[in-house]
């Protein structure tokens, strides 16, 4: 099992430019999130999703827009980027309905902004 | 506003020694209290969880201890071994899978 991926690894922006940060699981997770690691602050919730074509806004949303076409994707989308968004990107999912409020991670996006 | 207050930053300790992590939260609405483990270059994985309506909960070496009136809970590692070396997570869920983490602590433990 792939569970949750994650695409690119690292990536170095410019100010200003747009990108997107790929996510997706094979694990059929209703599910999906996006929090961002920064030393000293934790994990923050950027945007979450329970389902496909259903987003909702977490604590640090503003800089960054999602989209959920797909039980599968959950990609994250910096518009204009700056270098207060260089940090560490995590998708998560999990199965939501059930048993279980397991959150699965990918591995992490590094993105510096310069 | 920090939902979760973990506390220390970082610790370190003897091979077999007892680390214990804090946390603290002020929302009773929170409602699934979990662990999380990070090593370097990899995601967390959740180590251990607990609900408010339990005081302590153990699995293998890793013990939560949970004071619902104090609103806090804690990490405890039993004989802790080098490969119990990583950052820890405490959070916080409220309804609909939002969780609130806190800061992280680094532990070392020395062989």
């Known amino acids: 099992n792939a569970g949750v991926t994650q695409t690119p690894k690292f990536q170095v922006l410019k100010t200003g430019q747009s990108m997107t940060l790929q996510c997706a699981q094979d694990m059929n997770h209703e599910y999906m999130s996006w929090y961002r690691q920064d030393p000293g602050m934790g994990l923050r919730l950027i945007h979450y999703?329970?389902?496909?074509?259903?987003?909702d806004q977490g604590e640090v949303p503003n800089g960054y827009n999602v989209s959920r076409s797909t039980t599968e994707d959950f990609p994250l989308r910096l518009l204009s980027a700056a270098p207060s968004q260089t940090s560490v990107y995590f998708c998560a999912s999990s199965p939501y309905r059930g048993e279980t409020e397991k959150l699965f991670f990918g591995s992490g996006t590094q993105l510096s902004v310069l | 506003q920090q939902q979760v207050k973990q506390s220390p930053q970082s610790l370190i300790v003897q091979k077999g020694g007892i680390p214990i992590i804090n946390c603290a939260y002020e929302n009773t609405a929170f409602d699934y209290f979990p662990w999380y483990q990070q090593f370097p270059g990899k995601g967390p994985a959740l180590l251990i969880a607990i609900r408010p309506d339990v005081s302590e909960k153990k699995e293998g070496r890793f013990t939560i201890s949970f004071n619902k009136s104090a609103k806090q809970f804690s990490l405890h590692i039993m004989d802790s071994q080098p490969g119990d070396s990583a950052t820890y997570f405490c959070a916080a869920k409220v309804t609909g899978n939002q969780f609130y983490f806190g800061t992280g602590t680094s532990l070392t433990v020395i062989p």
């Open positions: 999703s329970v389902g496909a074509g259903i987003t």
